[in-house]
């Protein structure tokens, strides 16, 4: 018997960061266009870049990716109603001349690097992303921000302070408590 027959079955401590997101795989597991998604990821040169803070800027968005590769475009998710910020974006990567999966690599290479990186005291998330369609840079929640948002029952300075929701509780009770006052 050789060695590698015998060597015991190590569990690795780490999953690794370049592969589909958990989102994308679910997805793919239950429609055609998630199977879709999941195939485009592949080839895509694009990232979804997310938890970042509300005053996070294109500019320091340039400044941490463009240390992987150049980059085509960045676009900013911005709140569907007011316009504003709202704590995510895409990052698209180029392609140089005649190397056609370039943007790809070097998307696959940010995941990799730069996933988990502190960036505005926040530490931002990332994915391979299918590949940016029109009216994707608006929040998806029911008040025009991104949907988690909505729910977030703690204080945080970096994405605007409380949840939309309970925000919005929090000054009902303040109208009801001095509609009994009065």
Not at 18 to 24: K, L, Q, V
Not at 60 to 66: A, E, K, T, V
Not at 79 to 92: H, I, L
Not at 143 to 160: I, L, N, T, V
Request: charged fraction near 30%.
């Amino acid at each position: 018997m050789n060695e590698i027959e015998n060597a015991p079955n190590y569990i690795h401590s780490t999953e690794r960061l370049d592969g589909p997101s958990p989102y994308i795989l679910r997805s793919a597991r239950y429609s055609q266009k998630g199977r879709d998604e999941l195939t485009a990821t592949l080839t895509s040169s694009t990232l979804y870049v997310g938890n970042l803070s509300f005053y996070t800027t294109e500019e320091q968005i340039y400044d941490l990716f463009s240390k992987i590769g150049p980059i085509k475009t960045i676009i900013m998710g911005l709140d569907r109603f007011s316009k504003t910020p709202c704590g995510f974006c895409f990052v698209e990567y180029a392609n140089r001349g005649d190397h056609d999966n370039e943007g790809h690599s070097n998307a696959v290479a940010a995941v990799r690097y730069l996933n988990g990186t502190k960036l505005d005291d926040r530490i931002i998330t990332m994915d391979v992303d299918p590949g940016f369609k029109d009216g994707r840079q608006y929040g998806r929640g029911q008040s025009g921000g991104q949907a988690k948002d909505e729910f977030r029952d703690e204080y945080d300075p970096g994405r605007g302070g409380y949840g939309k929701r309970w925000a919005q509780a929090a000054k009902d009770d303040e109208a009801g408590m001095k509609e009994m006052q009065e």
